[in-house]
């Protein structure tokens, strides 16, 4: 596509449920990253993939968060058993092969009640 | 580990002045440091990259600067426009999978 598209922009869950955040990059980009970003915040590393793989989660901030990018395009971003302090803009990123020139796509607005 | 420091959090200035927003980073070994624009509710839009062998770069009227040594980069938005307001923050590319760094941030209002 044009531009990295993340879905759904705003997601409202209970607290204790799981939700999923997806990201579908720009069209041939081989690296992808998640960032979180908190009210007042920039945004943090969460996880980075080159292709299928998750070359880097040193930003997941507990087994809670998983991410997977099986077929190295789309890219979910799982959160189980959700908390309040969950609450965030979830941004999806991509670019060429790493190394700057980043798209960032809109982000999912999750909160978490 | 790498910090991003911008500084003031917000600034309000009136249509047409020359601006500098500030940014310090930690540690200078950096790969590249980035400018970023974000508007409310939005995405990130990358105004401008600047490598580490490079000490500015400008498009349009913007012109960032970058000093490794001192850990400092600057951008300067020239004859501003309300358009301009928005919020602007940097992050240092530390080339460890290009993972960024950002700082909190600068939220710009330009007034008629």
């Known amino acids: 596509g044009a531009g990295v598209s993340q879905t759904p922009s705003n997601k409202v869950t209970e607290k204790g449920k799981y939700v999923e955040l997806r990201c579908d990059p720009i069209?041939?980009?081989?690296?992808l990253y998640w960032y979180r970003q908190s009210l007042g915040q920039g945004p943090e590393f969460l996880i980075y993939f080159q292709g299928t793989g998750a070359a880097d989660d040193s930003g997941l901030p507990n087994d809670r968060f998983f991410a997977v990018r099986p077929e190295g395009s789309v890219s979910t971003l799982k959160i189980q058993r959700t908390e309040r302090g969950d609450s965030a803009v979830y941004l999806c990123?991509?670019?060429?092969?790493?190394?700057?020139?980043?798209?960032f796509g809109s982000g999912t607005r999750l909160t978490v009640v | 580990k790498q910090e991003v420091t911008q500084i003031p959090a917000a600034l309000s200035v009136p249509e047409g002045e020359n601006l500098v927003l500030n940014c310090s980073f930690t540690?200078?070994?950096?790969?590249?440091l980035q400018w970023f624009r974000q508007d409310p509710g939005k995405g990130l839009t990358s105004l401008l990259l600047i490598q580490s062998s490079q000490r500015e770069q400008t498009s349009g009227r913007l012109n960032a600067s970058l000093d490794k040594s001192s850990g400092r980069s600057t951008l300067y938005i020239a004859a501003s426009q309300p358009g301009d307001s928005a919020t602007y923050l940097c992050a240092a590319d530390t080339g460890a999978n290009s993972k960024l760094t950002f700082g909190k941030g600068i939220t710009l209002s330009v007034r008629p």
């Open positions: 540690d200078s070994a950096i790969y590249n």
């Open positions: 069209s041939g980009h081989t690296a």
């Open positions: 990123a991509s670019s060429f092969q790493g190394g700057g020139g980043y798209t």
